[in-house]
Structures are given as structure tokens and as C-alpha cells.
């Protein structure tokens, strides 16, 4: 079945540490996201990468990191420089069709960090 | 002002019941629009998609755009406990950065038997 992946389902993280969290698709979308929702906020979109070896910062970039070294991966390093990382991380894909209404986003199962 | 604003709920009904989700809007180049299901602790799933305005129905769902007052609703008709989750509701302009959707904070939405 074509979906997403992502992993660690649940992260405990340590102040100071940083963790990666891994995304992968296997749906050949071009395009991959990442956001993050907290209670009441919505999803909230960090990082986006249209093509392989190219990524933009989104509304909420401060403190991450990202890279896209293959089509299939988009791993999300969250550092001790974000300063509330406490929150649910949802990666998503789309195709590559930009003017397609039907350009609609995939989204993983989630990867909830808490910093203890 | 937030682009999409979405009332967080709770909303709480009985089972059978109709309910009505909304979402207000202020850009005028929105022409894509879509409803997303997330159940607790899961990833958001496409409900329901419409381009501009006008109805579409996909069983006890039916989603409406009403472009000119920037507003856009879902309808789910014979409500059932399995409908409780949060309703996200999101947009996107026409050729607007590849995938960049705008989304409301979400509806908590609690059916009861």
C-alpha cells in the first residue's frame, strides 16, 4: 500500500539533545511537508521541499532543520535551539501538478515529541 | 487576522443529528478547498474536496463554498459516533506555492449514542 511513514511514533527528548524524526513516502510525490499542531493551533507548516536537494523554510522554521537527499525522505531535525519543541509533528507529500485542484496533501500518522 | 479562521468547538451532539462545520476566510484568491478528518492521535485524512464555489456530496457529507462571502461549510447528515473526531477545514489559491495550504485550527466535533 502507498502511504507515509513516519517515525519514532513517540519521542522523549531530553533539554539540550537533538532528535531526527524520519518521513518516508513511497507514493513518488515530488513535494514533501512538515507541520506542527499544538492544542489549538491548527497545523502550523515548518519546512517544504518541492524537488530533491531543495527546501524552503515555512512559518515556523526557527530551531529546524531538514534535508532531501532522495525523492522518498524528508527527515526533520528538531534542535535545542527550538525553544518549545513539545508538540505532534505531521509529515505530508503531494504531487508535483501545481495548478491541479486536486494537488491535495497526504499526511503521515505523526511523531509526538515531549521534552522532559 | 488570521487567512482561515474555524471555530475550535467543542461541539458536542446526539447521534442522527445534523451538523454543521464552518470556516470563514479573507483571501479572495482561495480557490481550492478541502475538508481533512483527524481522528485523536492519528494524521489528517481528505474528506472532502471542492474547487470554487457550489456543492458537492459525497454521502451523509456535503460540502458548500460561498465564495462571496468567504465562507465555506461541511454538512454531515445521520451523525454517528464514529464521526467524533476534529475537522480541519483548508485552502489554497490557484498556482499558489506548490502544496501551501492554509488551514483553520480544526472543530473538535463529540457524537454521543
Known amino acids: 500500500d502507498g502511504g507515509i511513514t513516519q517515525s519514532p511514533k513517540y519521542l522523549f527528548r531530553k533539554e539540550g539533545q537533538n532528535v531526527t524524526l524520519s518521513c518516508e513516502q513511497n507514493l513518488n510525490h515530488d513535494a514533501m511537508y512538515w507541520y506542527r499542531q499544538d492544542p489549538g493551533q491548527g497545523l502550523r507548516l515548518i519546512y517544504y521541499?518541492?524537488?530533491?536537494?531543495?527546501?524552503q523554510k515555512g512559518d515556523i522554521a526557527e530551531g529546524y532543520s531538514v534535508s532531501r537527499e532522495k525523492k522518498e525522505s524528508f527527515p526533520l531535525t528538531v534542535t535545542s535551539a527550538q525553544k518549545n519543541p513539545t508538540a505532534f509533528y505531521l509529515c505530508?507529500?503531494?504531487?508535483?501538478?501545481?495548478?491541479?485542484?486536486?494537488?491535495?496533501?497526504?499526511f503521515g500518522a505523526g511523531s509526538r515529541l515531549t521534552v522532559l | 487576522q488570521k487567512e482561515v479562521e474555524q471555530d475550535p468547538g467543542p461541539l458536542s451532539v446526539p447521534e442522527g443529528a445534523i451538523v454543521s462545520l464552518n470556516c470563514t476566510y479573507s483571501n479572495s484568491a482561495f480557490q481550492y478547498f478541502m475538508w481533512y478528518r483527524q481522528y485523536s492521535r492519528k494524521g489528517p485524512e481528505l474528506l472532502m474536496y471542492?474547487?470554487?464555489?457550489g456543492n458537492k456530496e459525497d454521502g451523509r457529507f456535503t460540502a458548500q463554498v460561498d465564495k462571496s462571502s468567504k465562507y465555506i461549510s461541511l454538512f454531515i447528515r445521520d451523525s454517528q459516533p464514529s464521526d467524533s473526531a476534529t475537522y480541519l477545514c483548508?485552502?489554497?489559491?490557484?498556482?499558489?506555492?506548490?502544496?501551501?495550504?492554509?488551514f483553520g485550527r480544526g472543530t473538535q466535533l463529540t457524537v454521543w449514542p
Open positions: 505530508a507529500s503531494s504531487s508535483s501538478d501545481r495548478e491541479s485542484g486536486a494537488n491535495v496533501l497526504t
Open positions: 471542492t474547487y470554487s464555489s
Open positions: 483548508a485552502m489554497r489559491g490557484r498556482g499558489s506555492t506548490l502544496g501551501r495550504l492554509y
Open positions: 521541499s518541492q524537488i530533491v536537494n531543495d527546501f
